[in-house]
Antibody, heavy 123, light 110 residues
């Protein structure tokens, strides 16, 4: 059974850094891209970043580009997002999600999600 | 990377059908069939209910259906049930190799 578990959330001061982790199990981890999605309090879902299955390519939303870095370790079935220069508007629940890749033409959707980890940026 | 446009709220009585629209551009919704929909209950993980514009994952009720015309995708929920009350989001791949969610729609069952 596919399982994703986020960790590393907590309270952090503005301008500081934090790294979130996503532990995956139940599937061939190196076969699927992994995404990070967040939801600020009272707001909608916001796509943040994606890393390719082999870890060589990553893309980011403009809101986090240059501040956040996504990485993965396929030997450990782990994905990380290093978040630098955190701001108040980065306060959110952060989810990792597996991108489904069912065929050459069937991809780009998030078929399994973790339960999320809360990051609060506050002094 | 502005959010795709969805109505803020849609409501219906039990048994009725409702449709949620998701308006984008030719650089996202209109340009690709990589459009999906998610159901999100508070304090739970979002759940995939439609992918590739029209496909339902195994285990998702056939009361949910998706479609697309031009730059607008739509989610229809037929035979509305109390358990359908949740937030719904569309999601699309974009020409910038990124992804974008819709603004979200709160569905209320009257």
């Amino acid at each position: 059974q596919v399982h994703l578990v986020e960790s590393g959330g907590g309270v952090v001061q503005p301008g500081k850094s934090l790294t979130l982790s996503c532990a995956a199990s139940g599937f061939t981890f190196s076969s699927n891209p992994i995404h990070w999605v967040r939801q600020a309090p009272g707001k909608g879902l916001e796509w943040m970043a994606v890393i390719s299955s082999n870890g060589r390519n990553a893309d980011y939303a403009d809101s986090v580009k240059g501040r956040f870095t996504i990485s993965r370790d396929n030997s450990k079935n782990m994905v990380y997002v290093q978040m630098n220069t955190l701001r108040g508007d980065d306060t959110a629940v952060y989810y990792c999600a597996r991108e489904g890749h069912y065929s050459r033409d069937s991809w780009g959707f998030l078929d399994y999600w973790g339960q999320g980890t809360l990051v609060t940026v506050s002094s | 990377q502005s959010a795709l446009t969805q109505p803020a709220s849609v409501s219906g009585s039990p048994g009725q059908s409702i449709t949620i629209s998701c308006s984008g551009t030719s650089s996202d919704v209109g340009g690709y069939d990589h459009v999906s929909w998610y159901q999100h209950h508070p304090d739970k993980a979002p759940k995939l209910i439609i992918y590739d514009v029209t496909t339902r994952p195994s285990g998702v009720s056939n009361r949910f259906s998706g479609s697309k015309s031009g730059n607008t995708a739509s989610l229809t929920i037929s035979g509305l049930q109390a358990e359908d009350e949740a937030d719904y989001y569309c999601y699309s791949y974009t020409s910038s190799y990124t992804y974008v969610f819709g603004s979200g729609t709160e569905v209320t069952v009257l």
